[in-house]
Protein backbone atom coordinates (compact mmCIF):
# COMPACT_ATOMS: atom_id res chain seq x y z
CA UNK A 1 0.00 0.00 0.00
CA UNK A 2 3.18 2.70 0.42
CA UNK A 3 4.13 1.50 -3.24
CA UNK A 4 1.79 0.93 -6.40
CA UNK A 5 -1.63 1.63 -4.61
CA UNK A 6 -0.86 5.09 -3.47
CA UNK A 7 0.77 5.98 -6.83
CA UNK A 8 -2.36 4.95 -8.60
CA UNK A 9 -4.35 6.93 -6.63
CA UNK A 10 -2.27 9.59 -6.97
CA UNK A 11 -2.77 8.79 -10.68
CA UNK A 12 -6.18 8.96 -10.77
CA UNK A 13 -6.49 11.69 -9.14
CA UNK A 14 -4.72 13.77 -11.00
CA UNK A 15 -6.01 12.25 -14.31
CA UNK A 16 -9.61 12.73 -13.00
CA UNK A 17 -9.02 16.76 -12.22
CA UNK A 18 -7.44 16.95 -15.54
CA UNK A 19 -10.25 15.74 -17.25
CA UNK A 20 -12.63 18.33 -15.01
CA UNK A 21 -13.39 16.55 -13.04
CA UNK A 22 -13.67 16.20 -8.70
CA UNK A 23 -12.33 13.27 -7.53
CA UNK A 24 -13.72 11.74 -4.28
CA UNK A 25 -11.45 8.83 -2.47
CA UNK A 26 -13.31 5.88 -0.40
CA UNK A 27 -11.51 3.99 1.99
CA UNK A 28 -12.16 0.53 1.56
CA UNK A 29 -15.51 -1.35 3.08
CA UNK A 30 -14.67 -3.11 7.12
CA UNK A 31 -14.49 -6.88 7.32
CA UNK A 32 -17.08 -8.09 9.37
CA UNK A 33 -14.69 -9.35 12.61
CA UNK A 34 -15.62 -9.13 15.65
CA UNK A 35 -12.92 -8.94 18.70
CA UNK A 36 -14.15 -7.99 21.88
CA UNK A 37 -17.36 -6.78 20.88
CA UNK A 38 -15.76 -4.46 18.27
CA UNK A 39 -15.53 -4.82 14.54
CA UNK A 40 -11.26 -5.07 13.86
CA UNK A 41 -10.22 -3.10 11.29
CA UNK A 42 -7.72 -5.53 9.26
CA UNK A 43 -7.49 -3.27 5.89
CA UNK A 44 -5.21 -0.70 8.42
CA UNK A 45 -2.37 -0.02 5.80
CA UNK A 46 -4.80 0.48 2.67
CA UNK A 47 -6.68 2.39 4.45
CA UNK A 48 -3.93 4.81 6.21
CA UNK A 49 -2.60 4.86 2.48
CA UNK A 50 -5.77 6.49 0.63
CA UNK A 51 -6.04 8.97 3.83
CA UNK A 52 -2.57 10.18 3.34
CA UNK A 53 -3.42 10.53 -0.60
CA UNK A 54 -6.34 12.32 0.04
CA UNK A 55 -4.62 14.65 2.45
CA UNK A 56 -1.54 15.05 0.08
CA UNK A 57 -3.78 16.07 -3.04
CA UNK A 58 -6.28 17.39 -1.09
CA UNK A 59 -8.66 15.36 -2.06
CA UNK A 60 -12.32 14.81 -0.41
CA UNK A 61 -11.86 11.93 1.66
CA UNK A 62 -14.99 9.62 2.25
CA UNK A 63 -14.34 7.61 5.36
CA UNK A 64 -16.35 4.30 4.81
CA UNK A 65 -14.45 2.30 6.63
CA UNK A 66 -14.48 4.54 9.66
CA UNK A 67 -18.26 4.78 9.53
CA UNK A 68 -18.51 1.20 9.18
CA UNK A 69 -16.70 -0.09 11.96
CA UNK A 70 -18.96 2.70 14.33
CA UNK A 71 -22.08 1.60 12.77
CA UNK A 72 -21.12 -1.91 12.68
CA UNK A 73 -19.70 -2.48 16.18
CA UNK A 74 -23.08 -0.27 17.50
CA UNK A 75 -25.51 -2.73 16.22
CA UNK A 76 -23.27 -6.06 16.83
CA UNK A 77 -22.15 -9.04 14.97
CA UNK A 78 -25.05 -10.70 14.38
CA UNK A 79 -27.05 -7.70 12.44
CA UNK A 80 -23.66 -6.37 10.42
CA UNK A 81 -23.39 -10.25 9.49
CA UNK A 82 -26.18 -9.63 7.37
CA UNK A 83 -23.94 -6.99 5.06
CA UNK A 84 -21.55 -10.25 4.56
CA UNK A 85 -21.52 -13.36 2.26
CA UNK A 86 -22.25 -15.12 5.65
CA UNK A 87 -24.65 -18.32 5.36
CA UNK A 88 -25.07 -21.73 7.02
CA UNK A 89 -25.05 -24.50 5.72
CA UNK A 90 -28.57 -25.11 3.81
CA UNK A 91 -29.37 -21.32 4.01
CA UNK A 92 -28.41 -20.19 1.16
CA UNK A 93 -29.38 -22.40 -2.99
CA UNK A 94 -25.77 -21.48 -3.83
CA UNK A 95 -23.99 -22.08 -1.07
CA UNK A 96 -24.84 -25.53 0.27
CA UNK A 97 -22.25 -25.82 2.67
CA UNK A 98 -22.51 -22.42 4.20
CA UNK A 99 -20.05 -19.04 3.95
CA UNK A 100 -18.06 -17.49 6.13
CA UNK A 101 -17.03 -14.85 3.51
CA UNK A 102 -16.52 -11.58 5.79
CA UNK A 103 -14.91 -9.16 2.73
CA UNK A 104 -18.10 -9.75 0.19
CA UNK A 105 -21.01 -7.61 0.60
CA UNK A 106 -24.82 -8.95 0.11
CA UNK A 107 -27.67 -6.58 -1.37
CA UNK A 108 -28.03 -5.57 2.32
CA UNK A 109 -24.50 -4.60 2.56
CA UNK A 110 -24.20 -2.71 -0.85
CA UNK A 111 -27.46 -0.85 0.17
CA UNK A 112 -25.73 -0.14 3.72
CA UNK A 113 -22.41 1.41 1.91
CA UNK A 114 -24.55 3.17 -0.66
CA UNK A 115 -26.31 5.11 2.29
CA UNK A 116 -23.29 5.60 4.39
CA UNK A 117 -21.55 7.22 1.30
CA UNK A 118 -24.77 9.43 0.73
CA UNK A 119 -24.66 10.14 4.42
CA UNK A 120 -21.06 11.63 4.76
CA UNK A 121 -20.88 13.46 1.22
CA UNK A 122 -24.01 15.49 2.73
CA UNK A 123 -22.47 15.48 5.87
CA UNK A 124 -18.98 16.95 4.11
CA UNK A 125 -21.20 18.76 1.81
CA UNK A 126 -19.72 17.93 -1.02
CA UNK A 127 -20.98 18.96 -4.60
CA UNK A 128 -21.89 15.38 -5.44
CA UNK A 129 -24.36 15.57 -2.69
CA UNK A 130 -26.51 17.81 -4.17
CA UNK A 131 -27.09 15.25 -6.93
CA UNK A 132 -28.94 13.26 -3.62
CA UNK A 133 -32.36 13.60 -2.72
Same mark, same amino acid.
Given at each position: ?? *? *????? !? +? %?????? $?? $??? %?? %? /???? *??? =?? &???????????????? =? $????????????? !???????? #?????????? $??? #?????????? &?????????? /?????? +?????? &??? !??? +??? /?? %??? !???
Amino acid at each position: PQ *T *TYKLY !L +K %IYVAEA $RA $RGM %IP %I /LCTQ *TAV =CI &FKNGRVVNMRNTYIQA =C $REVAAETRCPLID !LNAYAIEK #MTAMGKVEAS $RFY #MIFAPGEHSK &FPQGSNDISH /LREAGA +KFYAEA &FVE !LAK +KQK /LP %IAE !LFK
